[in-house]
């Protein structure tokens, strides 16, 4: 079955910037943080100190993934010239996100700039206290004014905003604030990467989350799932009866299947990220092909 993975990092420079200092890679897969904290970044075979979109397209064409979706990370650090190569390059194969810190000085120019003139189409905001901008910086509401000129200004672009919030535990999971911004533009398709980072023991505030955000504009990526829910193992049936429950409060039409790769993969092969959907008969064909292609071929490939 053909595939758009809806969330993979490529990144020819490891500059990672987060909660535990700057990250850079070291070699054989490895990365340390600027704790000395040193953990397995790149699965074998990925590549010794960075992941290109040459090993990435590898990767892809061996598991009927036709396109992707390049999404920015705190833990890569900023692939924006990375991506605008990547855009040029591979225009049929690659929707590549664009990146800024809103607490930079000159972000709204810059920012600007990459949609209007580099024509970037996706802004990618990882949020989350854990690897993202609130572990950067202090706590801040998703709605300031800062951040709602932001909004604005793609979705006067009609652009796509995706944001990971990270799970319920961390100051930056603000499903209440998604759903302001999803309400303040109409016209902004907005994506909530990772279905809002499950956990079990709060499962019901999850199913509260979705039906807030069940909205014509909002769709949530299942990236990085079978990660989140550890130690569900392939083919993953916890993940799947989540995702499940998922598709029957916000609808099949809101869910695109992702990977998060390269350190998803670093638990279980890319292969099994593909496929373990695929290993029931918990979803029509029907669903999958909305699922694996057809919802981010319209959310990220149709302008």
Request: contains cysteine; charged residues 25%.
């Amino acid at each position: 079955m053909k595939k758009i993975d809806a969330h993979l990092h490529v990144a020819d420079i490891i500059a990672g910037y987060c909660r535990r200092g700057e990250l850079r890679a070291i070699g054989n897969g490895k990365a340390m943080w600027g704790n000395s904290e040193v953990f397995d970044l790149l699965p074998k075979g990925y590549g010794d100190k960075n992941f290109t979109v040459e090993s990435a397209l590898q990767i892809m064409d061996r598991n009927e993934v036709e396109k992707a979706v390049l999404m920015q990370g705190s833990m890569y650090g900023f692939q924006n010239q990375y991506h605008i190569d990547i855009m040029n390059r591979y225009p049929e194969r690659f929707c590549p996100s664009c990146t800024v810190d809103p607490f930079m000085t000159n972000h709204f120019d810059t920012l600007s700039s990459y949609l209007k003139d580099k024509k970037f189409h996706l802004v990618k905001f990882e949020i989350s206290s854990g690897g993202g901008l609130m572990g950067c910086h202090d706590p801040f509401p998703l709605v300031t004014d800062r951040m709602m000129k932001i909004y604005d200004l793609i979705e006067k672009n009609e652009g796509v905003l995706a944001m990971d919030v990270g799970d319920v535990f961390m100051p930056s999971h603000q499903p209440g604030n998604l759903a302001k911004i999803a309400d303040t533009f109409p016209g902004l398709k907005l994506v909530v990467c990772h279905l809002l980072a499950p956990n079990r023991d709060r499962e019901n505030e999850l199913w509260e989350s979705l039906t807030l955000l069940k909205k014509e504009n909002v769709w949530f990526d299942l990236a990085a799932l079978p990660k989140i829910m550890a130690p569900d193992v392939y083919p993953y049936p916890d993940v799947k009866r989540v995702i499940k429950r998922a598709k029957d409060i916000v609808g099949v039409k809101r869910l695109l299947w992702g990977t998060d790769a390269p350190f998803a993969a670093t638990q279980d092969t890319y292969e099994h990220l593909a496929d373990y959907l695929e290993q029931s008969d918990m979803f029509s064909t029907q669903e999958l092909e909305d699922i694996y292609y057809n919802n981010a071929e319209y959310v990220y490939f149709t302008k």
